[in-house]
């Protein structure tokens, strides 16, 4: 990566670097129907952008509009694959085995995209042995030595609330940088370490939010 | 509500409507632990804002604070509450029984909260007739015919892809104002439906893309 190409990259603001994924979505969309070419304008309107805030959006990444001509789709695709972190592959271990844990388990576009898990871990002894998604369930009690022997990127906490800061501690110590966390805890680590939430209840609460607020003025 | 509330209420930026559900789940916290006071010194460390933050945050809503007395967590926890649309009670019909319809049908804190689903609809003869989380398992088709007889506030669409517009658009057809959407869909609504996404691929890219910045700064 050149200076200028690095600078580029740490300006992008909080609210492009929330958009990356769904341009990454619909660009792939488009490239498996096999569209070449994509003006700003069609991506705006597929996405409920304006095409002003699209072209503001892809001048963090590079000139690949051309006036009157639109966007190579296979280019930006791989240039937001890129920026996003998607040329490389990642470890993940996954901690809970209950119904979110399979729903992330079986999911198959995470291993296809290169975020392939490795590792599930339970402390329900009926689940221990069996098999998902092509992992055997071992006993979260061997967690640290897996990591020991076999160091991960990212760590996925499916685990009740209680248990879960306790999980992200040995997920830390075991030296995971990345945690995705879908328990409903607000997780404590260290600096060096970055957390990614999915919080269900907090998404309910934001449509509840805007639904009561909706009919609150409705009825003004 | 008074027009002064309701016009302070309508001036709620989208920044501190998105940190509303995590100071209703810490004052959750509180209050069972039985705590009747907080400061917004003791907020802030908690959930990593600064004191400031909290106590403009808290000034969209009330007056609860009083200079080194701080703030009562009940009140407080009561007046989250109802911002967020929690002092009714909400009819879901959730469509797509796979591992992620599952998981939200077994969720306990949504019934207990007041957002309860009343229906799950999949396509699957299998699955059809299954009783999950209290409720049986109908057929897609009869969908349109539910809401005709029991209307629903909220949507929780879990189906693939590929099927999410079409379910999204009988939900609409039956008069679903707020759609939860699990799938990787980009959903077109009327103006009058909300959508909210849990999009867990775009977590996860947030996630990559964090650490892979990261992990290019420490390079350089």
């Given at each position: 990566?050149?200076?200028?190409?690095?600078?580029k990259?740490?300006a992008?603001?909080q609210?492009?670097?929330?958009?990356?994924?769904?341009?990454?979505?619909?660009?792939?969309?488009?490239?498996?129907?096999?569209?070449?070419?994509?003006?700003?304008?069609?991506?705006?309107e597929?996405?409920d952008?304006?095409?002003?805030?699209?072209?503001?959006?892809l001048?963090?990444?590079?000139?690949?509009?051309?006036q009157g001509?639109?966007?190579?789709?296979?280019e930006?695709?791989?240039?937001v694959?890129?920026?996003?972190?998607m040329?490389?592959?990642?470890?993940?271990v996954?901690v809970?085995?209950?119904?979110?844990?399979?729903?992330?388990g079986?999911?198959?576009?995470?291993?296809?995209?290169?975020?392939?898990?490795?590792?599930?871990?339970?402390?329900?002894?009926?689940?221990?042995?069996n098999?998902?998604?092509?992992c055997?369930?071992r006993?979260?009690?061997?967690?640290?030595q897996?990591?020991?022997?076999?160091?991960?990127?990212?760590?996925?906490?499916?685990?009740?609330?209680?248990?879960?800061?306790?999980?992200?501690?040995?997920?830390?110590?075991?030296?995971?940088?990345?945690?995705?966390?879908?328990?409903?805890?607000?997780?404590?680590?260290?600096?060096?370490?970055?957390?990614?939430?999915?919080?269900?209840?907090?998404?309910l609460?934001?449509?509840?939010?805007?639904?009561?607020?909706?009919?609150?003025?409705?009825?003004?």
């Open positions: 990566m050149t200076a200028r190409a690095r600078k990259r740490e992008i603001p609210g492009v670097v929330g958009r990356l994924p769904i341009y990454f979505r619909y660009l792939t969309e488009l490239a498996q129907m096999g569209v070449d070419k994509v003006s700003s304008a069609q991506l705006g597929a996405l952008f304006t095409a002003a805030q699209i072209r503001s959006d001048s963090y990444f590079g000139s690949f509009g051309q001509y639109g966007y190579n789709v296979a930006l695709l791989q240039q694959r890129q920026i996003l972190g040329s490389r592959k990642y470890s993940l996954l809970g085995a209950g119904n979110v844990g399979k729903a992330i079986s999911y198959g576009w995470f291993r296809a995209e290169g975020f392939v898990i490795d590792a599930i871990f339970d402390i329900d002894p009926h689940l221990i042995g098999i998902h998604g092509g055997a369930i006993h979260v009690d061997e967690l640290p897996y990591l020991a022997n076999r160091p991960a990127d990212i760590g996925v906490i499916a685990t009740p609330k209680e248990a879960a800061q306790n999980i992200c501690d040995l997920l830390v110590a075991g030296g995971v940088k990345g945690i995705w966390n879908f328990s409903p805890a607000h997780l404590d680590v260290p600096d060096d370490v970055i957390v990614e939430n999915i919080h269900l209840t907090d998404s609460l934001r449509l509840s939010f805007r639904l009561n607020e909706r009919s609150q003025r409705s009825g003004d």
